[in-house]
T-cell receptor, first 114, second 116 residues
Framework: DSGVTQTPKHLITATGQRVTLRCSPR?????VYWYQQSLDQGLQFLIQ???????AKGNILERFSAQQFPDLHSELNLSSLELGDSALYFC?????????????FGSGTRLTVV | GENVEQHPSTLSVQEGDSAVIKCTYS??????FPWYKQELGKRPQLIID?????GEKKDQRIAVTLNKTAKHFSLHITETQPEDSAVYFC???????????????FGKGTKLSVIP
């Protein structure tokens, strides 16, 4: 157990629907990062939050949004889902926004859009 | 933004042989280069890292080298074992001053198969 908790582990939904993925960072970590991993693809950075504030954005679609709450857990919202959104979504956390202690990844949420 | 190229995409070696995976990066401001190992269906796990002020780092059978001038870094695994079979990702990290934001950019991964 890495200490980063992601729920749900699996999610199957239909095109056009909206889903919410949840991430609880390791105790004491202030930064949360979201990554998308499609089949045979690398890890695409989506967005970073630090202590409740958005700090960096990667290739995140406008249909996707995220937030980090006062208790530091984060949610990634995916709307108007398309078949191509099927992927593994990873959350990672770190104590600060930097790489002093590295990133710790959660076990991921596997999203299947049918 | 940063672009990380990783080669090869697949690599098969005989057990006991060495494996080398190479990455290049584009942003000279990147200063930290971790390597992650991802087994099938599992989360990426950090196996070794190197900072830009160091040229080489070794941890048992794993070593990483960094050439800042050429902007490339490599992972070396010696005496490979079947349990080394996994997908390996390189990554480059940089901080964006003033904004307090940071980004870790990954390569597309190398699928390593160690044949017993």
């Amino acid at each position: 157990d890495s200490g980063v908790t992601q729920t749900p582990k699996h999610l199957i939904t239909a095109t056009g629907q909206r889903v919410t993925l949840r991430c609880s960072p390791r105790s004491g970590d202030l930064s949360v990062y979201w990554y998308q991993q499609s089949l045979d693809q690398g890890l695409q950075f989506l967005i970073q939050y630090y202590n409740g504030e958005e700090r960096a954005k990667g290739n995140i679609l406008e249909r996707f949004s995220a937030q980090q709450f006062p208790d530091l857990h984060s949610e990634l919202n995916l709307s108007s889902l398309e078949l191509g959104d099927s992927a593994l979504y990873f959350c990672a956390s770190s104590p600060t926004g930097g790489m002093d202690y590295g990133y710790t990844f959660g076990s991921g949420t596997r999203l299947t859009v049918v | 933004g940063e672009n990380v190229e990783q080669h090869p995409s697949t690599l098969s070696v005989q057990e006991g042989d060495s494996a080398v995976i190479k990455c290049t990066y584009s942003d000279s401001a990147s200063n930290y280069f971790p390597w992650y190992k991802q087994e099938l269906g599992k989360r990426p796990q950090l196996i070794i890292d190197i900072r830009s002020n160091v040229g080489e780092k070794k941890d048992q059978r794993i070593a990483v080298t960094l050439n800042k001038t050429a902007k490339h870094f490599s992972l070396h695994i010696t005496e490979t074992q079947p349990e080394d079979s996994a997908v390996y990702f390189c990554a480059a990290f940089r901080a964006y001053s003033g904004a307090g934001s940071y980004q870790l950019t990954f390569g597309k991964g190398t699928k390593l198969s160690v044949i017993p």
